[in-house]
């Protein structure tokens, strides 16, 4: 068993889960590099192009079944566990926050409910 492997699952990433940048952290493209990077406090992480194409998809809007869906339509053999385990690295690291669907329906229906 890989002991670096985080449990996704522990983290909270689910399906339902709306994951995006924290704010603190932003998406970049470093011309010198020629890379994706992700930028945040002190701190610069180079990213693969998966990894950048991961995390593009997390705009806080989109679930986490509907980036693995996404990305399934982009890439070929699209492994859900490893790009779940990829977003709950991020979930641990500070970079990358989880909404939760159930509280974002009940926010938008707040919303209606207050707007009518």
């Known amino acids: 068993m890989d002991t670096q492997r985080t449990d996704a699952a522990n983290l909270g990433v689910r399906s339902t889960c709306r994951p995006a940048l924290a704010r603190h952290v932003r998406l970049s493209f470093d011309r010198v590099r020629e890379q994706d990077i992700l930028l945040g406090p002190e701190s610069v992480t180079t990213l693969n192009p998966t990894g950048a194409a991961v995390l593009r998809l997390c705009d806080g809007r989109r679930t986490t079944g509907e980036v693995l869906c ?42 209606q409910a207050h707007n009518d």
Request: glycine share 4%.
């Open 70 to 111: 996404e990305l399934r339509q982009q890439y070929d053999g699209v492994a859900d566990a490893e790009v779940c385990e990829f977003l709950a690295r991020l979930v641990a690291s500070g970079r990358v926050e989880l909404h939760d669907e159930q509280a974002h329906d009940e926010q938008a229906h707040n919303e």
